[in-house]
Every structure is written in C-alpha cells, then in structure tokens.
C-alpha cells in the first residue's frame, strides 16, 4: 500500500487503538475470558462478532474490500491470519480513536504502526485515500473534514498477530466497570488496565436526538436506563439480556457515545480537543 501512500511519516507519539464493548460474547464466552485465554486479539474474521457490519466471510463486503486493497494476499490465507482493525488515534481521544465500536480499548504499542496500514475514512465507503507509518497524509484530510463524531476516525489494519503481552501498552475501560466480572476478567490480561472518564447519558438529554439515531432508538434508551441514567455497562446489559435487537440497542450506544462521551472524546464535529491521557490504575 506504500505506492498508494503519500505525506509526512507518522508521529510516533501517536497510538493505534482497537475500541470494542469489553462486557460481549464471542461464541457463548466473555470476550475477556476468551482473551486472557488465547493472549491474541483476532479479527471478526475469527470471532463471527463485530461492532459495526458483519460481512467477515468469503465474498462479503469485508472479505472484497481486503482482496481489492491488498492485492489478494489473504484471498486463502487462515482466519487468524488476517489483519484486525482499529483506529489511528490523532485527536488522542481519551476514549480511544473509534468509540462507536465500543466503550473499551487496546492502546497498541508505538512498534505496531511500522506493520498496520491506513485509510480514510472508513473501509465499508470503498476509500481512495491510503497510509502507511512513513505515508501519513491522512491525517490533513481528516482534519479538514467535518465528519460527525463516531465517523471521525482514520481506519487502521495492523497486519500479523496482536499480542497482548507485547504489542498492547494498556486496555483502558469505563469506571462504570469498576468493582465488576468485567474489571476482575481484565486483571488476567497480560498488558495494564486504565480507565478513562467515561461515558454517561441522562435520558433528559438522549431525548434531545430525536434525528440522530431516530425516535425509536430514544424510546428503547429510555426503557433500558436505570435512574434515568445510561452507561456502558447498563447499554451491555442490555445486550446480554436478550430482550432487545442487538442491532437497536447498538443504535442506543451510538447515542450514548455521541451525545455521552467525556471532554475531549467528541471529536471533530465540537472543535478540536484534545484529552488527557488515560488515568494508571496502579501496579497490576
């Protein structure tokens, strides 16, 4: 992808995040578990989950668009082997680059940008616009844009395996998971936990949106609030409950996302902030 590629080499203080809901399931199994388990972060390639389109398969939208771009270099090549996706985190979102896809995320190390390739925006709009660590014009084009908050993210495949011993510096998690299974699961990791301030949303002003997601997604975040109130652990509840379309209640968390996120997570569409970094939560 480097001939595709063109601007100034990357600033290495810059991090790659994975954003992911850290309270889900990927076949019958907390994801957490299923982690501390194998030690690797895979695809959706591997997991049949996602947090956006589910189209991981032979011939789907995801399976074209990496034939296309990456000249069929994973047309046979083994689920685990192909790349994961993030985000290049260059508003340095406390939140990590692409909350949309979940409240959680894996702060990679400053060594995997030489192996992850780039592209703006998103790769499910077939995008014309590419990066590498030494290429890295995306960034310009990205500030320019005007994009709303939750597509305000320039994408990244890091190619070969993400290991959580090496290539991840930190996962960093909502408080409102403190003290919960989600918090203990984490401590099994082999990388550090953060928390960064997270995510918060009165119904009161969820109801403001009407326009953003749609009525309905106001209505079903009203039901699921708890006091009036919706985080990240009430909107995975949510979701584990199975009372409710997976699909609606993501809706709801674009909502929370958007309209909850901490100073500093909003993105392009409120001006340019920029967040603190994550808070350590002390030696593990």
Known sequence: MTELSSGRPLDPALRVTLNFHPDRTAHGRPILEALAESGVYVSQFV???SNGGLTAFPGGDRWRWESRIFGGAYDDAAAWERPVYGALNFRRKPVGAAPRFGSAHFRLAAHTPA????????????PSDFG?????????????????????YIEAQVHGQVRLD????????????RGTD??????????????HPGFRLTVGELC???AYRGQEYVDLGARIAVDGLLDARIVGDAV?????DPQAVKKVWHCLARFGAPPGAAGASVGRQHGGEPVLDGPR
Do not use: H, K, N
């Open 240 to 244: 584990r409950a199975g009372r409710y």
């Open 166 to 177: 090496r290539d991840v510096e930190a996962l960093v998690l909502d408080p409102c998971y």
């Open 208 to 210: 403001r949106y009407p």
């Open 115 to 126: 192996r992850t390739t780039f592209c703006y925006p998103d790769s499910c709009v077939d």
């Open 47 to 49: 997991t049949g989950t």
């Open 132 to 152: 590498v660590a030494d290429r890295m014009g995306l960034i310009e084009l990205a500030l320019a844009d005007r994009q709303d908050a939750l597509d305000d």
């Open 182 to 195: 989600v918090e203990e699961a984490a401590r099994r990791l082999p990388c550090p936990v953060e928390w």
